[in-house]
């Protein structure tokens, strides 16, 4: 069917305003909007009407009725006018969309008002409530055979993000927005919604008795007692603290989340290349900031206690991937106790009986009260080592992440098998623990 005698048959039966009558045709034309669309088919019929009545024929009329009536064409009553004809001006709204389209600018104007209150750099345009009225536009599609149009969700979205777009000068994104926009234009309701910003980097902890992430006071559980010392926590510092501190300040977010790959513990250092972290600002208000500028300040707050580098703008996928990267080779830099002296032979047998081997290892006793209890099997790749005392060595072991090395060491009464105190006889016990290098592949 031609598109004038489609637009005939619907106009005679429903209301429609120009965007709801061309978004029935959009995706015919490209960068055209539907109004625009809409008021052409509109006018070509107000032309069509007006060429009938020349001829003498009386369905010019009817045609010029319903494009006055129905379509709300003020050109349409003027030419009825011109050929005699006064009808009276209805006051119909639109049969979809309810006149919601009139009231857009208002919509955008407010919309805009809750933006300036976050520096956005991108959005994104929700738009909800539209539900009957995309029920009724498949209904009217159905009837009529429509087979060009798009949603009213899609022109909405479309209408809302291309106006706030030209007011504040900035991007509709579909992927990463910084702010969600949930718009119901029917109920005039607008939510927005942050996303968090994430920052990749690497960090290196310089100091020991820092746990990675904060750590709540075990009897207070945060809120604050004579046992903390009123702050709520087992330790002033934490990795995570120290990053978010300044990040925290400059995006006015309100809480930070630390996303490392695995962690350290407590009282091991994290040195050489450092370990990589995304972190997670939540609700930020602000996404652009000058992220040299934000590792200068991190570092110098930190004072000496962490380092961090390489930052740079990431994502939640990134995270995932992160999380997942357990498998990753880890390195560590350990000083090994023995009970007694250990001679050179021994050594060598620890190292012939630890490189390449699978190790075996229970839920470390020490750890047990906040792990569940598993058995995990984790390869050693290489070890090396350097006599400090006659007791005493430094090993550098490069193994597969998730190993506890302090167990490997020590053998935790038989719950990791083989170890280094099980193979030479003496009882070996970790004195320090570094993380030199993590090497978790591409990103
Ligand atoms: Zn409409
Ligand atoms: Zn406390």
Known sequence: MEIIETAELLLRERALCNHCLGRQFAMLGHG???????RAILLLLVIEGSKRIHEGDDSGKNILKYAANHGFSKLAITTLKSAGIIIEETENSCYLCGDVFKSLDELV?????????FEVESFLIGIKGSSKIEEKE???????KLKWGESIRNELSREIGKRIMKIIGKNVDFEHPNILVLVDPFMNRILLEANPLFIFGKYRKLVRGIPQSKWLCRQCKGEGCPNCAGTGKMYQDSVEELISKPLLKKTKGRIAKLHAAGREDIDAKVLGLGRPFVIEVKKPK???IDLEKLEEE???NADGKIEVDTLHLSSKEIVKKLKSSG???KVYRVLVEFEQDISEKLIYEVLEGLIGKLIHQMTPSRVMHRRPLKLRKKRVYNLEFKRLKSNCIEMIIRCQGGLYIKELLSGDDGRTTPSVSEICGISAKCLEIDVIGIEI???
């Open 286 to 288: 602000m996404w652009k």
């Open 441 to 443: 592949g591409e990103l």
């Open 327 to 329: 498998q990753s080779t």
């Open 138 to 144: 498949d209904e009217l599609r159905v009837n009529f």
């Open 298 to 300: 991190i570092n110098q």
């Open 32 to 38: 055209l909007s539907n109004e625009a669309r809409g």
């Open 109 to 117: 104007h407010q919309i805009i008002k809750k933006l300036s209150k």
